[in-house]
Nanobody, 120 residues
Framework: QVQLVESGGGLVQAGGSLRLSCAAS????????FSWYRQVPGNQRELVAG????????YANSVKGRFTISRDNAKNTVVYLQMNSLEPEDTAVYYC?????????????WGQGTQVTVSS
């Protein structure tokens, strides 16, 4: 069974920085897509940043130039989200997402979420 565990959320003032981490564990041969999403109560979960395939990345327009997604080169099962110049609008629960192939089937996994709160 695959598990995703996030860490690094918290409370920060506007203009500050946070770094989120997500570690995947379990029976993993490869991870096709490794991404960060966020959700505000009452809204749909939205993609923040992600690795789409290999080293290709995608970012939401609202975070371009402020957030950076990276992957641990030694541990392909760890992904980070460096968040700089945080704004109150970035307040949300952030979720790690991974699409993992196994026996020819792609399965989507989610972490439990980590709260990020940006005060003005």
């Amino acid at each position: 069974q695959v598990q995703l565990v996030e860490s690094g959320g918290g409370l920060v003032q506007a203009g500050g920085s946070l770094r989120l981490s997500c570690a995947a564990s379990g029976s993993i041969f490869s991870i096709n897509h490794f991404s960060w999403y966020r959700q505000v109560p009452g809204n749909q979960r939205e993609l923040v940043a992600g690795f789409t395939s290999g080293t290709s990345t995608v970012y939401a327009n609202s975070v371009k130039g402020r957030f950076t997604i990276s992957r641990d080169n030694a541990k392909n099962t760890v992904v980070y989200l460096q968040m700089n110049s945080l704004e109150p609008e970035d307040t949300a629960v952030y979720y790690c997402n991974a699409v993992i192939p196994a026996r020819g089937v792609m399965t989507t996994y989610w972490g439990q979420g980590t709260q990020v709160t940006v005060s003005s």
